[in-house]
């Protein structure tokens, strides 16, 4: 937790830095008004401590702005000249406790902890009643995450299709879970399904069904998930991995809400919502001919876009406290936090699998930690990368570029079935250069042949 300080005298921040050491919270100090709510409006405060009497802005403004920004946020009032008037003042006002200075550690420590331990408390109670609700719990207070937060009520209101957009990991399910949600279908089903773990053939069955005898297997008739989630929610994970056979298919069902299962002649109607999420760029993807236009436009009628985690930093304290609580709980340890060096160190990692490495990560802490607090020393290998702020912008587009390479020229080989002349002509590449880069990018063996089998004609260098 982050417990920000405002005082303008440099003694009295001094005593309270001494008496915050070694607590598990992060104490940050503003020598003024003015840098407190500075401080306060980047986010992730959970209590704030501040002195009556400043020069710029007061400690009655900083409280006033607190608790209009964020009533739920706890406000302890410090002052070297108390009144009884100004202590009724202060408490009508909002503030949730009050001190006189000089303040004793015990004192500090004993007012403060109460106030923290109100902030889980709060916390503790939202998380069961989430559970009880059933509702998808989106954690952070960035204001990149508030602003795509506060999108969402209007966003839900239609049955208009949304496009998710964000880097792998960033909780694009979660999303587009919390949308229906708040949509007019809520009691409906919400119906996920992963289009690039299937095959052309297992997506199109998979997502409106099969007659018996369509195939080789199919003994019954199979209602597809499209079925499954009629009046309700169907998300489609992974668009941009869609192939462009069933591209096609995708854009006649969202055009007119009408499929056929696999064998069947019978058109049948779907009221069902389509949300869709990518970590690719599509539009980058239609450029290059590997993502139909009309597709792309028909999907992307309401853009949502999440941040990665590297983009809300001020989270990630919040997130990892939110993970630890979990998994002591899960794995019965009595682990209660991380050191303040841990967590700036957290914060300084740039978590290139967002919020799931996150998670990952604070699993493994806790499962294997002796100790109720996790140190730095702990944390072998986060923050060992490059900060985002510090990444090279080279290794950067290197990355993002190869990572491009590598899906345009599996798709030509995919289009072209294996064949590397024809290959080369779709992307518009010398064929001796399409050859060097697929084998660059492990996408045709020694021999010429492609490595996962799926381009079974021969691959010609010459």
């Given amino acids: 937790m982050n417990v920000l300080i405002a005082d303008d005298d440099a003694q009295t921040r001094l005593l309270l830095e001494l008496y ?21 409006s980047v986010g992730d405060i959970d209590v704030v401590v501040t002195d009556v009497l400043m020069p710029d802005v007061s400690g009655e403004r900083v409280l006033a702005h607190v608790k209009g920004k964020s009533p739920e946020t706890p406000v302890l009032i410090m002052t070297a000249q108390p009144t009884v008037d100004d202590a009724v ?17 015990e004192v500090f420590q004993h007012r403060l902890r109460a106030l923290l331990e109100r902030v889980e408390l709060q916390r503790e109670l939202q998380r069961l009643r989430a559970q009880q609700s059933g509702e998808t719990q989106i954690i952070g207070n960035a204001p990149a995450l508030q602003s795509l937060l506060r999108r969402l009520p ?8 949304v496009l998710i957009t964000g880097e792998s990991g960033t909780g694009k399910e979660l999303i587009a879970r919390r949308i229906h949600e708040l949509s007019r279908r809520k009691n409906s089903k919400f119906v996920a399904v992963n289009c690039g773990a299937l095959s052309d053939t297992l997506l199109e069955s998979e997502l409106f069904g099969y007659k018996r005898g369509a195939f080789t297997d199919a003994y019954r008739d199979t209602p597809g998930l499209a079925e499954e989630a ?11 991995e869609v192939s462009p056979a069933v591209q096609v298919k995708l854009l006649r069902f969202l055009q007119s809400k009408e499929f056929k299962a696999l064998g069947s002649p019978k058109l049948v109607h779907a009221d ?13 993807m239609v450029d290059t001919g590997t993502f139909r236009e009309d597709l792309y436009y028909r999907l992307n009628i309401v853009p949502v ?25 899960i794995y019965d340890k009595d682990v209660r936090g991380f050191s303040p060096n841990a967590l700036a160190q957290l914060q300084a990692y740039s978590w290139p699998g967002n919020v799931r490495e996150l998670e990952n990560r604070v699993q493994q802490l806790v499962v294997l930690s002796s100790d109720q607090v996790i140190q730095s020393t702990d944390l072998s290998g986060v923050g060992e990368a490059p900060a ?11 990355r993002l570029v190869s990572e491009f390479e590598r899906d345009f020229l599996r798709r030509a080989l995919q289009r072209a079935e294996g064949n590397m002349s024809a290959a080369a002509r779709i992307a518009g590449i010398d064929r001796k250069n399409f050859w060097v880069l697929a084998r660059r990018h492990g996408l045709i063996a020694q021999r010429g042949h492609a490595v996962d089998g799926h381009w079974p004609r021969r691959a010609d260098p010459q």
């Fill in 89 to 105: 003042r202060f408490l009508k006002a909002g503030a949730d406790d009050y001190v006189t200075k000089p303040i004793g550690h």
């Fill in 388 to 398: 985002a702020a510090e990444m090279s912008f080279r290794d950067e587009k290197k």
């Fill in 154 to 161: 209007m966003t839900a209101q239609t049955d208009a299709t």
């Fill in 305 to 329: 876009h999440v941040p990665a985690l590297r983009e809300r930093r001020a989270d990630i304290p919040i997130l990892a406290s939110h993970f630890v609580n979990h998994f002591r709980r």
């Fill in 230 to 240: 009629e009046g309700g929610t169907l998300f489609l994970d992974e668009i941009g």
């Fill in 272 to 284: 069902v919502r389509i949300v869709a999420a990518t970590n690719r760029d599509l539009r980058a």
């Fill in 20 to 40: 915050c050491r070694g607590e598990q919270f992060t104490a940050l100090f503003a020598e003024s008004g003015t840098a407190a709510l500075e401080r306060f």
